[in-house]
């Protein structure tokens, strides 16, 4: 955790302090083999999601710590043998190498061996080596030194982009490669050099690896077989597998008698070294989304594959399949967010339609039931009511009961921009108008295109262009017209008390409207954002307002004292989606799929 004072103009002191990180799920893509593994005690889990790195405990999954120096998508992410540092690569062939244990995640090396995609990276036994592979346009490889990124050999042999790569942890050093040009290539070490092709295979190579003592590898592929070759040779030593179904992954047990494999089918196949059969089998589904693209060994008795939605299968090998552990997270990027007190969850929804429910203690469950079918643009509940709302670019309005769709669900006649509960209707702000959707029926009470919807009580604030508008009552009558803002209007709020309304806009800035009073109490001090506003949240006790925007930032203000303010800069890479409170706390999600927490202290 890092800790951060500041002094604000006023000369009060806020006490910032970086809370828990509840993570991602990794990214996956049909039919593409996703890249799981482990530190060498097989109790942290490594993978990429977006644009981040996800180093996630096994142990308390709902905690993880999140990586988010890449500037392009990540691709694949492995932990040193030593276990002090990762090297993670991205879409854009860049290379980093940063220390795992200082907490700081400490830059060691920042590289880019290849012009393309890099697909896989393996780490040598000493820790002191990287050969890595992709798509690159002159070469499909490379290997180098990670003290200091200059080359230690050729990753070559290849007609096309490398997909897998493994280095053999003892001397004498041997590196393999898998490719889309159906074959595996066998390489000499150190200096890495190409020393023959073995054409197995004959279909796409999706995997290889070493057994951790060296004695032999295997590789898998799209063609569903399982090829064996003894470790020094490269000698093929036998095959397995009825070739059913496409095998995206494999994974060594520590003790190298095992190897498991992940397949298309959903299986997950556990085989026998000496005899190269099947030992186990654990079936995840048959469906599409349950296809198996990746897996690891996290420990003697324990695999962890990743289905194609995104969820995480824990196995305990020793247990039957009805134990397995599922790990649910946002898969894509958040794109709106609310936190209900009255049930202590926060609910997040992401670009493809999905809403995750979070529980206090940060653990997530898919909301399950009809939902969206496309992105979630709001989610809201009413003062004091553990209901939600939330709409989508489905142009649909859901109401969500606890970890369930429920029943009510109804149609927006264009495509939503906000939502608010109030106490005579559900006011949806879409791109043709206010609608108010109350009793399974829907009717336009603003005939003019609205930005955002805010409501406490009967009281109805909406943002209509750089126009905000306060009205009360079942016609949405008009109180007074407010036209502080320098962009289109595209978040307010109440505060609890009713005595504010805040409104932030797409140039960035934020007014503070005085509801009583009817006028603007703050017009252009708050303008420090340089991006977008995407959510604003005030406090219980109606003291702070909390906002977040595309830049990536969330500010805490103080309505009386104006010019103290409070910024968490680089808050989730990608954009800030939404912020809300948490008690005394502050809980937030964004492009990054994440959601983090913050503690805020004066």
Partial sequence: MHCLILRTPSGSIFLLQAGPVHPANPSTVRSESTKL???PLGEQLIYVSGRSVIIRSLATPHLATVYSQHTQPTTVARISPSGYYAASADVAGNVRVWDVKGGEAVLKLATRPLAGRINDVAWDGESKRLVVGGEGKDKFGAALFVDSGSSCGEIAGHAKPITALAVRHQRPFRAVSGSDDNSVVFHTAVPFKYDRMIST???FVRDVGFSPDGAVFASVGSDGKVFWYE??????????????????ALSWSPDSSKLATAGLDGVVTVWDAQTRQSAQTFALGSDLLSQQNGITYAGGNTLVSVSLS???NVIDVRAPASEIRYLYGPTKAITAAAYVAESQTFYAGSFDGAIRAFDAEGSAVDVEGQGHAARVAAIASAAGEAKVHAVGWDDKLTALDGARFGSERSATRAQPTGVAP???AVY??????????????????VPEPTGAVAALGDVVAYGAGKKVVLAAGADVATQAEFDDNKGDVTA??????????AAGDAAGRIILIDVPEKKVAVSSRWTFHTGRITSLAFSADSARLASAGQDESIYVWDPARVGANKSIKNA???????????????????????????????
Avoid: I, Y
């Fill in 310 to 312: 995104g969820v995480l």
């Fill in 572 to 602: 989730h890479p990608g954009g800030v989606a939404a912020v809300a409170w948490k008690g005394a706390a502050l809980v937030s999600a964004g492009a990054d799929a994440c959601v983090r927490n913050w503690t805020l202290e004066t």
């Fill in 422 to 424: 109030a106490q005579a």
């Fill in 231 to 248: 470790g020094k040779t490269g000698d093929v030593v036998g095959s397995s597998g009825e070739g059913s179904s496409s095998l995206m």
């Fill in 492 to 501: 307010l709020a109440f505060s609890p008390d009713g005595k504010w309304l």
């Fill in 37 to 39: 593994s482990v530190d």
């Fill in 428 to 445: 949806v702000a879409t791109t043709a108008g206010l609608e108010a959707h109350a009793s399974g029926a829907a009717k336009v009470v």
């Fill in 201 to 203: 295979h004959t279909r």
